[in-house]
């Protein structure tokens, strides 16, 4: 519901902002379509990312590639400890993600990652595994977001 009144906004500004041709008008509104998209999935807020950068863009890149390396490694550590049912090591890898994820503004990442760290902590480690195939989904919704989010912003 929420996607389709942004997909309806979007439409009303494409046609007030951009004049031209329905071909221009066409791609401005498949680009604004797949931006969407890309955070329909996901709950990324821009406005925490930017409120940290600002307006460099070459600040954002680097959070970024940071989150792209560490993002990787550090949910890999997780999986390994949930497989082996390591609760000191779930709840130091996902304390470690939780912050990861929160600097690039993965309101829904952190979210997942509070949670195993509380059953981490708690020692209920049942349901740790979907936590973690939840988490692992959503990181890499959010780096899809991301990388999006930022292209489109300065045209990476």
Known sequence: ??????????????????????????????????????????????????AMVG??????????????????????????????????????????MKNVVATVGGQDAREIAMALERAARANDLGGTADLADRLAREISALRAALSSFISARSGV
Request: charged share 30%; with cysteine; aromatic share 6%.
């Open 55 to 96: 307006s460099d863009d070459g600040m954002l890149r680097e959070l970024r590639d940071i989150f792209e390396e560490e993002a990787p490694r550090v949910l890999n550590d997780i999986l390994d400890a949930v497989i082996v049912r390591d609760a000191l090591a779930i709840e130091h890898h996902t304390h470690l």
């Open 1 to 50: 519901m929420a996607a389709h009144c942004c997909a309806a906004r979007a439409a009303r500004l494409a046609r007030i902002r951009y004049s031209g041709n329905a071909r221009e008008i066409s791609e401005k509104l498949a680009h604004a379509a797949r931006v969407l998209v890309d955070y329909a999935w996901v709950t990324f807020s821009s406005d925490d990312l930017l």
